[in-house]
């Protein structure tokens, strides 16, 4: 080899020496950084996995609880269910059932009144079933309040029907009910039930004439 091309080697290694002296803190810092994201992914992907393992176990042990008619283990395992949860609303209308059953409505009313669910589609049912509660126990107006937000859906417009005959406004009772089986398939079981309801508050199915 060459003197020229050793220096030439020299030369360069030198200049890579240099380049790593003013930028191996940065190169070092970077790695440093991208190791911590990457393990710090990795650690909240476990945690977050170790959570619903852990909340799939306490609803399934509050689940046996209430089988087995040990409200409080079953409200202990659910108070450790994350709020908000589908696993937290499950259990907790499963908790309300268990007592409406065992004829407590008042704790059944202030266990669905503490609900949090964060799925639309449960908080709607759990709404449904404390204004139900509220109707049985004489306070309608509690019953319209707690479903003043559910449009569209049949089984609300039902149960503000009832409340609103409770209250005896019959001409208000009287839309629910209609609001009721408009969104009410023909076959639907409960339909019957509620164009009953509408004829005893002074009102007539659609089609009940040509039935007749």
Do not use: C
Request: hydrophobic letters at 50%; charged letters at 25%.
């Amino acid at each position: 080899m060459a003197i020229d091309d050793l220096l030439d080697e020299h030369e360069q290694g030198e200049r890579v020496r240099g380049w790593l002296r003013e930028n191996g803190s940065g190169i070092l810092t970077g790695i440093l950084v991208g190791l911590a994201l990457i393990l710090g992914w990795q650690w909240w992907s476990q945690q977050r996995v170790h959570k619903r393992v852990q909340a799939g176990d306490d609803f399934q042990a509050a689940a046996e609880a209430l089988q087995s008619g040990k409200t409080d283990v079953a409200k202990a395992r659910l108070a450790a269910l994350p709020k908000g949860s589908a696993y937290h609303a499950l259990g907790a209308m499963a908790l309300a059932k268990s007592q409406v059953d065992a004829g407590k409505r008042d704790e059944a009313i202030a266990t669905l009144r503490t609900l949090e669910a964060g799925d639309p589609e449960l908080a709607a049912v759990a709404k449904q079933r404390l204004a139900q509660l509220l109707v049985d126990a004489g306070k309608p107006k509690d019953a319209i309040a707690a479903l003043a937000d559910a449009k569209g859906a049949p089984l609300a417009a039902a149960i503000r029907g009832d409340a609103y005959a409770a209250l005896g406004q019959r001409a208000e009772a009287r839309a629910a009910y209609g609001e009721a089986l408009a969104g009410l398939a023909v076959g639907s079981p409960m339909r019957n039930v509620v164009e009953l309801k509408l004829i005893d508050v002074g009102g007539t199915p659609a089609g009940a004439g040509a039935r007749s």
